[in-house]
């Protein structure tokens, strides 16, 4: 009879397994390398804790080192067969989602998509993300993981990028990436086509679309979490200063999704009311997002004239960014408005400045126009064209600390607290009958 092993010991044995997937976020959110540099270096360092791990054991072990490093070179080199032989499948299957990909980029369905979004949400920045998160689970149905990703953050993540734009909200691309691929891996569990729903219920004996259903209505309940990576990037540790902002980000998160958790399951200290349920999930977004309520009182940002862009520039701190909204017609004739996040270069003259990044203005009439745009430069790659007006400049608004909003938070949590408990201790006073 195979037993398995006890489940502390084992993890506690591999826990230096996870470093290169620390190295890997890391990369990935903090120092923002491309996804095959971020790959590449969590891969060498995986490769040194193979080489290294047997000696590093003997010698803590007191035990001898012949042969371990010998040992660990074959682990390497078998390690590297097996990686090698199930990439094969990966292979394929990202193939073929090339195949797709390249549809797409040939027959131009990406501009169609994103008027297709815009047309049906009728400009709504939710609404449009609602239905490209339906789109996305309609995408990853049928799709391994990988070619999964590999269609809809291709088809619809300049969807997303592009709507948030024309709504004035600058999204980071891997806020966009995890949204797209949350949807689209919660495919996997939804009916007809769900193939972890056919996998469990083939190990528990089960009706599959029965279980489909089952395992979406219990997914579908942390689709609020993508919204919250577009909205609060702070979620996804962007924009952290420090450790103990940090530390608090992850703090309110974790009891955000414990309250979330209590509040669409109906109990917390006790069973839970209606209103006490609502009480809670709107603590829990409040946590998530407490700049929702702090922007209808404190203006996010600033808005200055556009004849001011050579000064900003100037004044923008070393590889500080430009925000501004600018308009103007494609070359397929149609009228766009955009907010854009211009990188600047290092200090210095402000004309000096924009021009490193590819932009060359013009003024005409108090009207700033962008008389040239440098190919493949900053400026085209955030999407100014040539001959669009600068509408205006944005810069943050010098206003109180957003998470003050966690304070009338917490007191409707105490509240709620206080009646559960009090409704706990009159329940168990209360004698039961027979």
Known sequence: VLELPETGPTVKAGLYFLLPIV???????????SPGLSAFWATMLMIVIVLTQRPLLAFFRGSGLQGQLKRGLSECIDGLAHGARNMIGIGVATAAAGIIVGTITLTGIGPVMIEFVEFISGGNLLAALIFTAMICIILGMGLPTTANYIVVSSLMAPVVVALASANGLIVPLIAVHMFVFYFGILADDTPPVG???????????????????????????????????????????IGIG??????????????????????????????????????????????FRPGFWWDEVFPPTEVLPATSIVEQAASAPENGRLQMIVQGETLDGKFMTRT????L?????GEARLRDAGLEIRVEDDKVFADNVMFDSDAQKVGIDFDWEVVNLQADADRPP????????????????????????????????A
């Open 402 to 433: 957003k998470h003050l909003m966690f304070i009338p938070a917490f007191a409707l949590l105490a509240l709620i607290a206080w009646l559960q408990r009090r409704r706990k201790s009159s329940q168990a006073a209360t004698p039961q009958t």
């Open 345 to 349: 270069g290092a200090s210095g003259d």
């Open 23 to 33: 190295v890997l976020m890391w990369c990935l959110i903090v120092e923002r390398f």
């Open 242 to 287: 420090t450790w103990y902002h940090l530390l608090f980000v992850i703090v309110s998160a974790t009891v955000a999704m414990l309250l979330f958790a209590a509040a669409t399951q109906g109990y917390w200290l006790v069973k839970s009311r209606l209103w006490e349920s609502l009480a809670l999930l709107l603590v829990a977004f409040t946590l």
């Open 340 to 343: 854009v996040l211009l990188p």
């Open 195 to 237: 193939l972890a729903a056919f996998a469990a219920a083939a190990i528990a004996k089960s009706d599959p679309i029965r279980t489909g259903i089952q395992g979406f209505m219990y997914d579908i309940r942390t689709a609020i979490l993508p919204f919250l990576f577009i909205f609060n990037t702070e979620l996804l540790l």
